[in-house]
Every structure is written in C-alpha cells, then in structure tokens.
C-alpha cells in the first residue's frame, strides 16, 4: 500500500512524500487518515525536531510522520486484533501511549503512523496500550478533535480542590466557582470554554482573557454571554491589556473575589505570576500551555501555598480515559467542537502551515488528508467571490450553516475537492 504523508527529517525540514508501506504484521492495523487538525505541539516538534524528547535522534536516516490529532477508517486488520477491530470501522487514536519504557507517541516517534498521511500502519503498542478507540460519530472531523477535546477534559479532571476538614482532594474544577481562562480565545481555550460551559461541571463566573479585541470578538460570537447567562453562568472576555490595575478588574468580574481555578494558556512568566496572585483560598492554577524552554520558570505566591492552601498542575495531553470521555461528549452532540474550526487545507499545505503555525489566527486548521488545497479560512470562503466553482459550492454550503464547519461541508470536501 502506497501512502503520502509529511515527514519530518530535521529542524525545520518537513517534506512531503510518497513511499510504500510494509505489509501489516499479525499485530499491526493498517489504516485510512481521512482528516488531521494541527496542533502547536506540532509546530514545537518541527522547530527542535530530535531535541524534542519523543522524537527519535536518528529521524535524519529515519524519518517519522508528523500529526497525532487524526481520524479514519479500518483498512486491515492483523490476526491478533481481528476480534476486537472490524475494517471499515471508523477510528480515533489516543497518540498519549503512555508506555512504560519509552516517550514514543504516533506523530512523533513512528516512521508509519501520523494524522499527515493518506495512510499508515498502526503499531502493536497502540492496541496494546488501549489507544485505538471506536468512535461512531457523523463526521472524520469531528473525530480529528477529539484528541485536543481529550487534552481539555485531563486538564479539568486535574485540577483539585481540598475536602473541608481534610487534607484529602476532591478532583476537577470548583462547582459553581470562579474559573479563568488566560489566553482563552485560541484553539484550545474555546474548547475550554465549551466544556466549562457544556461539561459535567460548570462554574457560576467565567472570564476569558486575551490581548486582541478581534480574538475576543470572535470568540464571543461562538460562545456568547447571553447563551451562557441562560445556563446560568455569567461569562465575561476581557482585554486584559485595556486595564493599568489588570488584577483589580478581573477581581471585580468575581464580586471582588477571587478565582477557584485558572488555566494559563500562554507560557509567560508575568501571566503566571499574576495567575498565583488571583488564586482564591483553595484555588487551584493549572499551567496548560506547553513551555519550549527547559528552564522556563515563574514567580509565585509560596505564602499562600502554606496558609491558603493554593494548589498547582500542569496537564500535557489527556489519558485514554479523556478519550473516551471527548467521544460520549461529541456522539451525543454535548459538545460543539466545530466551532473551532477555522481553516481549511489538504495535505499538500501542510508543511507551510505547520512551520508558520504561531503567526496564522484563528482557530483549528483542518486537514483532509487525501485533498489537495490550499489553505484558507473558512471566513475567507463565506466573503470571497469564486470563480473556481468547488470553493463557490463550499461557500453555499458554509452560508447554510452561519459559518461553521459541518457534516455537509466535509461530505462536499471529500465528494468534490481535488486529490492529492
């Protein structure tokens, strides 16, 4: 079986390919990549490349496939999985193996599996590690985002918060607290909202901060306050940088409180500082975002460590627990994750997406992997004026849909666009 796919040979060096793929062994699934979104991790792993702890030193002679936020169907199943795995079933991968002896992770450390492929063969650690998961919903997009959803649902489940009376934990976020989202209006700060908003538990206040009135304008077009007031929690976005006393206003959002928990977003050390100096009694700050810097660190408040009892994690991607959590979420439409969606490509654009990552807004950049496309914002389509009449056809049915992403528009995608 003959596969394109993107792989990353160095620093900077992503080159898309076309090769063959070994024959499947007894314990190996070979696979069709139908969508793939890409996440910044990416752009941090093409950056340093081997210096990147799950990706191999020797990728110069042995390249690996980048992407790990993909979905698909069963092509072939190897004898040992042919009770459990039935081809022709859709399929989303949990890429955090968590293997015991080693980083490797799909997108990262395999030289046949990544989400920026047509096709790959997926390993035995996959299925051995219970990272291969059935996943029965409408759309391959939708399927594409369950991993960043999965990250969302680990990092709420992370956060804890003391038993009155105890030194013993109750985990996840504060019901009916105060939560803050710093940083909130990229990618995975809207999905952050979605499920403070939709999710098990839901806070009283939120507030969402960001430094660009566009972002935050966008952002509350998805996710307004008005919808949320009917659910019962007030919903606030601030530009931060609007206010001289930032941590005074934030504050008077809250009723003069403090926060129960706050999510950074960006990995910057006044944001962290601030973040320390908002934390309620009892709060709890989850450092999020993922620092390229070994050394990064941030000053925060120790006295109230001791005497307030302030808590503090980090979560770097979701178990396969998250998983299963962000596919019941996304089948029964609890969660509306395509509108994250902000820009459409097929794999021929990946490398140069991936590589300018940082400087290209809005949000998920998604990927049909068997599509040749250039990338453009879905804003772009809805406003352009087409005389290619494939883009004039998607703009009808995006128009249809206020907008967003849908089943319809990737049934057109994959009906009509271009093949690689």
């Not at 990544?114 to 219970?130: C, F, H, S």
């Not at 959803?149 to 956060?159: D, R």
């Not at 005074?248 to 500082?273: C, G, M, R, W």
Request: hydrophobic content about 35%; proline content about 5%.
């Amino acid at each position: 079986m003959k596969t394109t796919a993107l792989r990353l040979y160095g620093k900077e060096d992503l080159r898309l390919e076309k090769f063959e793929l070994p024959e499947i062994k007894s314990d190996e699934i070979l696979a069709e990549v139908v969508t793939d979104s890409i996440c910044m991790s990416s752009w941090k792993e093409a950056k340093i490349a081997a210096d990147h702890k799950k990706v191999p030193n020797d990728i110069a002679e042995n390249p690996i496939i980048v992407g790990h936020e993909f979905c698909g169907k069963i092509v072939k199943v190897g004898d040992k999985w042919k009770d459990k795995f039935e081809e022709g079933s859709k399929f989303a991968i949990q890429p955090n193996l968590q293997l015991p002896d080693r980083p490797d992770c799909p997108g990262y450390s395999f030289p046949y599996i990544g989400g920026d492929a047509t096709y790959v063969v997926i390993p035995k650690e996959v299925m051995e590690q219970d990272c291969l998961l059935e996943y029965n919903g409408d759309t391959y997009f939708e399927g594409s985002l369950l991993e960043p959803l999965s990250c969302v649902i680990g990092g709420f489940n992370a956060n804890y918060h003391l038993i009155e009376g105890t030194y013993d934990h109750k985990m996840g976020i504060k019901e009916g607290g105060n939560l803050l989202i710093m940083g909130g209006t990229g990618p995975m700060g809207l999905l952050q909202i979605d499920y403070a908003l939709h999710g098990p538990i839901n806070p009283k206040n939120l507030v969402v901060t960001d430094l660009s009135d566009e972002k935050i304008e966008a952002a509350a077009k998805l996710y307004s306050p008005e919808d949320a007031k009917k659910d019962g929690i007030n919903l606030h976005y601030v530009n931060i940088s609007n206010y001289e006393d930032q941590e005074a206003y934030l504050q008077s959002l809250v009723n003069h409180e403090s926060y129960d928990d706050i999510f950074a977003l960006v990995p910057v050390k006044p944001v962290i500082t601030q973040a320390s100096s908002l934390l309620a009694k009892d709060g709890c700050l989850n450092f999020f975002a993922g620092p390229r810097d070994k050394h990064f660190s941030a000053e925060i408040n120790l006295y109230d460590v001791h005497y307030n009892f302030t808590h503090y994690v980090g979560t770097s991607g979701g178990n396969t627990d998250d998983m299963r959590a962000a596919i019941k979420l996304v089948e029964e439409r609890k969660v509306n994750v395509e509108k994250v969606v902000s820009h459409l490509l097929g794999l021929n654009d990946v490398a140069d997406t991936t590589l300018t990552l940082p400087t290209i807004p809005g949000g998920k950049k998604l990927i049909y992997t068997h599509k040749n496309m250039p990338r453009k914002s879905l804003e772009e389509i809805v406003a352009g004026d087409h005389s290619d009449p494939f883009y004039a056809g998607l703009k009808e049915v995006l128009v249809q849909n206020n907008g967003l992403w849908s089943k319809a528009a990737e049934q057109y995608v994959l009906a009509h666009a271009e093949t690689i």
